[in-house]
């Protein structure tokens, strides 16, 4: 599929569909944990099968798990039943283990075996695209750094994070490439930790790393979809769009309106019900009414697509995101 093709088909189109990163749900509806989940390819590509069968999505997007490229680095992760996994420990306390830590093999740990469910989503879905879910090069820094910690060294120890930061860009270029090789139409690209960062900062440790995957990466037929749920980007939108991303994503900490105004119209820009607030906790009908009054405020904008704020927890109940198709399909009929 030519993505630019479809980006600008959405943009065009009088009725839009909503395209939420929604895959953990699928827990729900095939009675198995988060832990069961991320162990199987057969579940992943069943479970975001089962979801596009549910819902009239523009894409089909996959679990945004941040553990994963930091897992295979060598992190340590925590797991649950019913949680995403999350990283654990700092893996690199100096200069030294910056120097000599090594970039992994695409497919070590958990890797293999989440380009594997891809493939197999890509063979069962074929009536939208289907977009797989990476962790962004200052995010997956931060996590083997100490995602509080990177902040610190960005001053202190500037050589450093941009030692790890290249190794963290080597590997992402490698993984988003093996995507590429399953059929996939692109990657939804998760930076939220440089969304917490200064405009120079910015410019200095996170957009020069996602502007280089970017221009490795995307092609006519593979996207790169930016996402940053981080509460400053509404001051860094420059920085941001200086990727040059075929889309944006954002998160529900900043104003969607304020967002369009500031991103170019030719772009796709996508947003922000709060996952967890409103699709996790709210009830159908505060979901219907928030999804409905986001739609009225952004209506001007051809290039909004509306989405959920970030990924959709595993437990979030089915009846809110029901609720947030309903309010999508009613508003454009």
């Known amino acids: 599929m030519n993505m630019r093709s479809w980006a600008d088909a959405l943009r065009n189109a009088k009725i839009k569909k909503a395209m939420p990163i929604l895959s953990f749900p699928s827990v729900q509806l095939m009675g198995i944990s988060v832990r069961e989940l991320i162990a199987s390819a057969d579940m992943q590509a069943k479970g975001m099968k089962m979801i596009a069968d549910r819902i009239d999505s523009a894409a089909s997007v996959s679990m945004m798990d941040l553990s994963v490229e930091a897992e295979a680095f060598g992190a340590a992760v925590r797991f649950s039943d019913d949680e995403v996994p999350t990283v654990i420990d700092t893996l690199i306390t100096d200069e030294e283990e910056a120097d000599t830590l090594t970039v992994p093999t695409v497919g070590v740990g958990r890797t293999g075996l989440y380009i594997e469910a891809i493939r197999k989503a890509c063979e069962l879905i074929t009536d939208r695209p289907v977009f797989a879910g990476v962790i962004g090069p200052y995010s997956l820094a931060g996590r083997l750094l100490d995602v509080s910690e990177i902040m610190i ?157 970030c990924d959709v927890p595993p437990m979030a109940k089915w009846e809110n995101i029901d609720a947030f198709f309903c309010a999508v399909k009613d508003f454009y009929k």
Not at 164 to 180: G, S
């Open 153 to 309: 060294l960005c001053y202190e120890e500037p050589d450093m994070v941009h030692t790890v930061l290249r190794k963290a860009t080597d590997f992402l270029i490698a993984y988003m490439n093996a995507y590429k090789s399953t059929g996939a139409a692109g990657v939804v690209v998760a930076e939220p930790l440089a969304g917490l960062l200064s405009p120079s900062l910015m410019e200095e440790f996170a957009s020069p790393y996602m502007k280089e995957i970017v221009d490795a990466v995307q092609t006519d037929d593979f996207a790169v979809i930016y996402h940053n749920c981080g509460n400053a980007v509404e001051m860094l939108a420059d920085e941001i769009v200086s990727c040059g991303a075929m889309a944006y994503h954002f998160g529900n900490a900043v104003n969607m309106k304020t967002m369009l105004e500031k991103m170019p119209s030719d772009i796709l820009v996508m947003g922000n019900i709060d996952p967890i607030g409103e699709l996790k906790n709210g009830t159908p009908d505060s979901v219907y009414a928030k999804t409905t009054e986001l739609l009225r405020e952004c209506a001007e904008y051809d290039n909004f697509i509306i989405s959920s704020g």
